[in-house]
Nanobody, 119 residues
Framework: QVQPVESGGGLVQAGGSLRLSCAAS????????MAWFRQAPGKEREFVAA????????TYADFVKGRFTISRDNAKNMVYLQMNGLKPEDTAVYYC????????????WGQGTQVTVSS
């Protein structure tokens, strides 16, 4: 079991950058796939990026490819989302989520961190 806690959100101008961090408590972090999701006001939560437990094969939603980079440090139980070239439509609450390698659903979620991009 892990408990993700996000940080690093804030207000940034369009074209700017932010780095989100996710600290995941628990000694079995390395056995969890990790992902970032986001939810904008009035919209459903959507997938942003994911990184497998083995620190390989990152996947991205099409709308962030080339702008966002997910990474993880298993030694520190940390996951990061580097966001460059931010757009106003990236404004949302960003959530870190964990999925055990034996399951198919993300069962552990953080409380979210707000990202606001001004035009």
């Amino acid at each position: 079991q892990v408990q993700p806690v996000e940080s690093g959100g804030g207000l940034v101008q369009a074209g700017g950058s932010l780095r989100l961090s996710c600290a995941a408590s628990g000694s079995t972090f390395r056995y969890f796939h990790m992902a970032w999701f986001r939810q904008a006001p009035g919209k459903e939560r959507e997938f942003v990026a994911a990184m497998r437990w083995s620190n390989s094969s990152p996947t991205y939603a099409d709308f962030v490819k080339g702008r966002f980079t997910i990474s993880r440090d298993n030694a520190k139980n940390m996951v990061y989302l580097q966001m460059n070239g931010l757009k106003p439509e990236d404004t949302a609450v960003y959530y870190c989520a964990a999925r055990h390698i034996s399951t198919t659903s993300y069962d552990y979620w953080g409380q979210g961190t707000q990202v606001t991009v001004s035009s």
